[in-house]
């Protein structure tokens, strides 16, 4: 298992994580971009950092006026104006963070899968062959 910066993808995994987990504190996720349009913003760590279309939210709860495009302001914190509210902010501000534990899932089979399979097809072939 590998940890990660937390992705949310939903209101009641945001509303656990921002109560539960970060403690109604400020915590940094793993949203990343750039700008006011929430379509730039993507999950840079996690299982939905690499799915069908890489890193964009399918959920958000920005806080109001959130994101700005103030310069610098490219990293997603949460309990920013209140619990479970998103922010941008800058990488420099000091605050704890929220881990998340899983396996990503390998999108290039590893080489000894490949010898696997083709063992395995040998033998059919040959058991095959003796019938």
């Not at 945001?14 to 400020?26: Q, T, Y």
């Not at 940094?28 to 913003?41: E, M, P, R, V």
């Not at 959130?66 to 490219?74: A, L, S």
């Amino acid at each position: 298992m590998e940890g990660y910066l937390a992705t949310i993808t939903s209101a009641s995994e945001n509303w656990f994580v921002s109560n539960n987990i970060a403690g109604g504190s400020v915590a940094w996720l793993s949203g990343a971009g750039g700008g006011s349009h929430t379509t730039s913003w993507t999950w840079r760590d996690g299982p939905e950092s690499r799915g069908i279309v890489p890193g964009f939210f399918t959920y958000t709860n920005w806080a109001n006026g959130e994101p700005r495009d103030f310069i610098g302001e490219g990293y997603l914190r949460t309990n920013w104006t209140g619990i479970g509210l998103w922010g941008a902010a800058p990488h420099n501000l000091t605050s704890g963070y929220v881990i998340e534990y899983g396996s990503f899932p390998s999108p290039v089979p590893e080489p000894s899968t490949y010898l696997m399979l083709l063992a395995g097809l040998g033998l059919l072939g040959f058991a095959g062959r003796r019938s």
